[in-house]
């Protein structure tokens, strides 16, 4: 009986990304539909201390291919041996970070299989799977089914909480690299360039201030010293992004990152539907905003009418005088 | 350089609250709401011309755009509009919204890539309806082509493209040889995102998409519009993705207003303990 596979992601420090523990979860609500286990795939130029770290969480196996092509991510080359192994499994997820929407598509054309991207529930259904994914930005979830012997998908990260490690010491095991076709020849990475920040990773973070279009160029001016104070990552609206205040990758919505911190502070952001969808599974949320009549108030735990200008220093002041 | 780019009509998400669940729970109820072409699709078009053009004389073609959707009669609206901003060509692929899946639309694109031999394909990173993110992975693996996804930035070289990803931790520059699949994020509408190999290093373009003066949508009436079908390009063609049920997404209740920061710092203190 096929079972769930999960491709696990390395950082760039070769440990593995914490995001990966989503598709675990994912892997195993979705485990009794698909013959009752999981296994893992990790991929890269070192994997096996990477596959250590996932031996503890319950996986019938857990599958490592090593090999320096393999040292930097991409989708031509990781996707052939991705497919090769997946095709004995039902199911093959990863968590929908940059690098799983990438790679998992790919994956799924070569094993000509359905993809259900970016879900925010698996439901089992006695032996099927139905895959319960956010749609119309953000407007509508809608429940899919997928009639292909496997299924490819990607788990949001926001709506799984990380596995926890089972104890135990599920078995390593190499699997070789499969050769990939002439599209790996023709791609090279050429550098990452890393967001210079001292702020935790915006998908990360235990806080996370946003701000939107209203702060104009004070953009980070304004937000840094408050996201120093509660130790939070920057977020920004798609307007604050669109107006070129924030780089895109600071961008919360359902076309941006999805975030799910402690605590949200949204700041000078009106609250679009396309925003919300991107951060509403937040524990609180707070807002500031001069206009009382903005839509995020209408889902903001705390609301605080007030201009930006003065209320942002005001808080950053008072978060310090009571937490120095 | 010859481009292929791929546009979905979809409803307008600027009137995303209108977007109404048939009482059945089954469909979105799509009656009364305007179309628009998909935003990612409109950028990919901007970011094409701008990669057959000079920067200076948008004029002067340096290469072709050739613009596909797949949809009903309709949809040529969204590819006149494309004709109209400055594509050259267009292709629609008659099937309804229903029989299309994107496992099918890459299928379909794939053979017209066969026919019409671009050298790049750039397409949306996902349409803003089904928010599925994967026809331009899968069809990159389908030609055996290499992708670079949510590109921020494209720079024209010989036979190649640099590009500039938005990823998780910042941006990933890619180097493609031609021909390549390319799929845009926000960005890419930049005034220096992108650069053809003939557009001066100090161009700036006009912020955002370009639009059509009123004597090119005349004009684009009388740029050629092929159709074909859907079971020419994919024979047989059946869907794998069903939508089995609808919902809207849970309400978050309103919270309380708080009347300055030292109240506010208090809620989080010793109500929500989140400080």
Redesign the interface.
């Known amino acids: 009986m096929p079972h769930a596979l999960v491709v696990a992601e390395i950082a760039e420090d070769g440990k593995v990304k914490k995001a990966t523990l989503a598709a675990v979860s994912f892997a195993k609500k979705a485990r009794p539909a698909v013959g009752g286990s999981f296994s893992i795939l990790v991929l890269g130029g070192s994997a096996r201390a990477a596959a250590a770290e996932l031996a503890g969480y319950g996986a019938a196996k857990v599958l490592v291919c090593e090999d320096p092509s393999l040292a930097k991510y991409t989708a031509e080359h990781y996707a052939p041996t991705v497919a090769e192994v997946g095709k004995t499994f039902s199911l093959v997820v990863a968590t929908a970070t940059s690098e799983g929407k990438d790679l998992m598509p790919r994956v799924a054309a070569r094993l000509d299989a359905a993809y259900a991207g970016d879900c925010a529930d698996v439901l089992v259904d006695g032996t099927s799977l139905r895959y319960k994914r956010p749609m119309y930005a953000g407007n509508a979830f809608g429940t899919v089914e997928l009639t292909t012997p496997i299924h490819v998908a990607t788990a949001r990260q926001s709506e799984f909480d990380p596995a926890a490690p089972s104890g135990g010491s599920s078995p390593i095991e190499a699997v070789p690299k499969v050769a990939p076709g002439a599209a790996a020849s023709r791609v090279e990475v050429v550098s990452l360039e890393a967001v210079k920040s001292e702020r935790p990773e915006l998908t990360e973070a235990r806080v996370v201030v946003s701000g939107g279009r209203a702060l104009k160029e004070q953009f980070f001016q304004v937000l840094e010293p408050l996201a120093q104070a509660l130790g939070a990552a920057i977020g920004a609206s798609r307007a604050a992004v669109d107006a070129g205040y924030a780089p895109g990758d600071y961008q919360v919505g359902q076309t941006g990152k999805i975030v799910a911190p402690e605590l949200y502070v949204a700041i000078g952001i009106s609250g679009a539907i396309q925003h919300i969808a991107g951060m509403k599974s937040s524990k609180v949320i707070v807002a500031i905003n001069k206009d009382a009549e903005a839509p995020i108030f209408q889902i903001a735990d705390y609301g605080l009418v007030a201009d930006l200008f003065q209320a942002v220093p005001a808080l950053t002041a008072e978060l310090k005088k009571r937490k120095p | 350089m010859k481009v292929l780019v791929s546009l979905k009509r979809v409803?307008d998400?600027d009137n995303?609250?209108k977007?109404k669940?048939a009482a059945s729970g089954n469909a979105?109820d799509t009656a009364g709401l305007e179309w628009k072409t998909n935003p990612?699709d409109e950028y990919a078009l901007e970011a094409a011309l701008r990669l057959t053009e000079n920067g200076k004389a948008p004029k002067l073609r340096l290469g072709e755009v050739v613009v596909v959707t797949l949809g009903p009669k309709e949809c040529e609206q969204t590819l006149r509009a494309a004709l109209a901003t400055g594509a050259d060509r267009a292709i629609r692929v008659d099937a309804t919204d229903d029989a299309l899946?994107?496992?099918l639309v890459?299928l379909a694109l794939k053979n017209l890539v066969g026919t019409e031999k671009p050298d790049l394909v750039l397409l949306g990173?996902?349409a803003?309806?089904?928010?599925?993110?994967?026809?331009?992975?899968?069809?990159?693996?389908?030609?055996?082509?290499?992708?670079?996804?949510?590109a921020?930035t494209i720079r024209e070289e010989a036979g190649a493209l640099?590009v500039g990803?938005?990823?998780?931790?910042?941006?990933?520059?890619?180097?493609?040889?031609l021909p390549?699949v390319v799929t845009v994020?926000?960005?890419i509408v930049?005034p220096t995102s992108v650069y053809s190999a003939h557009t001066e290093a100090a161009h700036k373009y006009a912020?955002g998409v370009r639009f059509a003066p009123l004597p090119a949508i005349m004009a684009a009436k009388k740029k050629p519009l092929d159709t074909k079908t859907l079971a020419e390009l994919v024979p047989g063609a059946a869907?794998?993705?069903?939508?089995?049920?609808?919902?809207?997404?849970a309400a978050?209740?309103?919270?309380?207003?708080?009347k300055?920061?030292?109240e506010?710092?208090d809620?989080?203190?010793n109500v929500?303990k989140?400080?």
């Open positions: 409803s998400p995303a609250n977007i669940i979105v990612f899946d994107g496992r890459a990173k996902q803003v309806d089904g928010d599925s993110n994967q026809v331009g992975q899968r069809l990159a693996e389908l030609l055996d082509w290499p992708q670079a996804t949510f921020a640099l990803r938005e990823v998780d931790g910042g941006v990933l520059t890619l180097r493609v040889k390549a994020d926000l960005r930049s912020e869907l794998s993705t069903r939508a089995l049920k609808f919902e809207k997404p978050r209740s309103a919270g309380i207003k708080v300055d920061v030292s506010l710092v809620k989080l203190m929500s989140v400080l």
